[in-house]
């Protein structure tokens, strides 16, 4: 079965830190950009970060830009949000978003079940 699986979610409290993993089962990962996606109750979804799979680009949203990094781990099949200095405005459920689009322009996209963060006293 081809799948994301989001993990280390959790309660910190605010200045606090988590790194969130989104591991890859049942296909390669690595070809795959890869987008961090929040959503708050009551809010709409957010991106907050994005690594290419061509050259493991980042890209940080501004608004966790200086906090939060995104990296990929390719021999694990992995890719990581490591978020510091956490803001009660950062609860949210975390979600990863595999994409990848082949030479014919089919994409095939994941995604994975989500993760809770709580920042909070």
């Known amino acids: 079965q081809l799948s994301l699986v989001e993990s280390g979610g959790g309660t910190v409290q605010p200045g606090g830190s988590l790194r969130l993993s989104c591991q890859a089962s049942?296909?390669?990962?690595?070809?795959?950009?890869v987008a961090w996606i929040r959503q708050a109750p009551g809010k709409e979804r957010e991106a907050v970060s994005c690594i290419t799979g061509t050259d493991d680009t980042p890209t940080i949203q501004d608004i966790v830009k200086g906090r939060f990094t995104v990296s990929r781990d390719r021999p694990r099949n992995a890719v990581y949000l490591q978020m510091n200095s956490l803001k009660p405005e950062d609860t949210a459920v975390y979600y990863c978003?595999?994409?990848?689009?082949?030479?014919?322009?089919?994409?095939?996209?994941?995604w994975g079940q989500g993760t809770q963060v709580t920042v909070s006293n």
């Open positions: 978003n595999g994409i990848f689009v082949d030479d014919k322009g089919y994409d095939y996209t994941y």
């Open positions: 049942g296909f390669t990962l690595n070809m795959y950009a």
